[in-house]
């Protein structure tokens, strides 16, 4: 999974950035200090993945990851090239999905690049920014796809009128990802490229005092991408930033005195997990323990060409167990297969989170 993380310039993403990875990107109170994307990846926490090595005793533990972008700040007229303009919208393509950081803090000693603390004004910015960006592509593919409709490509016809429709709704200020398409019209759509077509995740920073409980602004966000069908997580990048700093006992501490069950990073893995329908599913052996990511409603052969194609290819069976039913008989597959909690799955079967999962094949 590859997110990245945009806004205006001084709305905390560097900030929010080093904290969640300890990547050391640079953070400064002015526009464009970061010029390059900086990558960092970040470990999915996950108490199944701990626990099984416990009771393996695994040589190697690995958990899932997610990649993180930090990408340049956007301003206004970008779409044209203002700013670090196309620079900045060629990063956002190559994502899965993005992390929209909106200001919903005040200070006075960080500069807000457009003077006041307006959280639907800076959405609305970006969003517009996205949207030309995208418009500037479709008239590009239009004019192409009449192109290829007058030298008889009968296919050309249906997307043209895909295209137009996805113009017409970009021009109303909608964007794509919130248009009615049909369900086999999606993957053409998504070959698009199109930026207001990636799922996001709204993240409200807010000061320490307004971490708990959120404020007026965050308020504001949480109701534009609830309008939309969006996430939104409200975190203190500055609180990230000190935990970054904690091992697990004092960081848990600090939590609780700030009235907090999970650290923002927490919040935004679930955030993203949910929007992109991801579980994880888990294998586990003396050599290693092992979280893999897929999409929900991954069949079991699909999920076993995530470890090894030929895993996929000469699939004969899955001998799976939910992990609450293998925590239950205390870590026992002997136990487990006695109660009857070890299943054997065919090439139907869907894939369920946290599925301990041992493939079957022919070479």
């Known amino acids: 999974m590859k997110l990245g993380i945009v806004g205006l310039p001084n709305v905390g993403k560097s900030t929010l950035f080093n904290a969640i990875t300890q990547a050391g990107a640079e953070a400064a109170n002015y526009p464009f200090c970061t010029i390059e994307p900086n990558v960092g990846v970040v470990t999915v926490p996950d108490e199944r993945v701990t626990n099984l090595h ?38 956002i393509r190559e994502v899965d999905a993005i992390v929209h950081v909106v200001r919903c803090f005040e200070d006075d ?24 960006s995208d418009m500037e592509i479709l008239e590009r593919r239009i004019a192409k796809t009449k192109t290829s409709m007058k030298g008889g490509d009968k296919s050309a016809a249906h997307d043209l009128e895909v295209l137009e429709m996805i113009y017409k709704g970009l021009g109303e200020g909608k964007n794509a990802r919130a248009l009615p ?13 199109l930026l207001s077509y990636k799922p996001i995740i709204y993240v409200a920073n807010v ?28 975190i203190c990048a500055g609180i990230e930033a000190e935990l970054a700093e904690l091992d697990p006992v004092e960081k848990k501490e600090f939590l609780e005195e700030l009235g907090l069950s999970e650290s923002g990073l927490d919040k935004l ?9 991801l579980i994880s599913f888990l294998t586990a052996g003396e050599d290693e323990c092992r979280a893999w990511t897929i999409t929900n409603g991954t069949k079991a052969p699909q999920a076993a060409g995530k470890i090894h194609s030929d895993f996929e290819r000469g699939f004969i069976r899955a001998e799976t167990i939910a992990y609450d ?7 026992s597959m002997a136990a487990a297969r006695e109660k009857g909690f ?22």
């Open 207 to 234: 000061a320490d005092y307004d971490a708990a409980t959120g404020n007026e602004y965050s308020d504001a966000v949480k109701a534009i991408a609830d309008a939309e069908g969006s996430e939104t997580v409200v």
């Open 325 to 331: 039913k293998f925590m239950e008989v205390g870590g």
């Open 54 to 91: 416990k009771i393996f005793n695994s040589k190697r533990t690995i958990y899932a990851t997610i990649e993180f972008c930090d990408i340049a700040g956007l301003v206004r007229g970008a779409s044209k090239g203002e700013g670090l303009g196309n620079k900045f919208l060629g990063h």
């Open 269 to 277: 893995i679930k955030a993203s997990y949910a929007l992109l329908n």
């Open 342 to 363: 070890l299943r054997s799955e065919g090439k139907e079967y869907v894939m369920k989170d946290g599925d301990i999962v041992n493939f079957l094949f022919n070479v």
């Open 181 to 193: 398409f049909e369900e086999e019209d999606r993957p053409f759509v998504k070959s698009l490229g």
């Open 109 to 132: 000693n960080i500069v807000h690049v457009s003077g006041v603390i307006d959280p639907a004004a800076d959405i609305e910015t970006i969003n517009t920014e996205l949207l030309l």
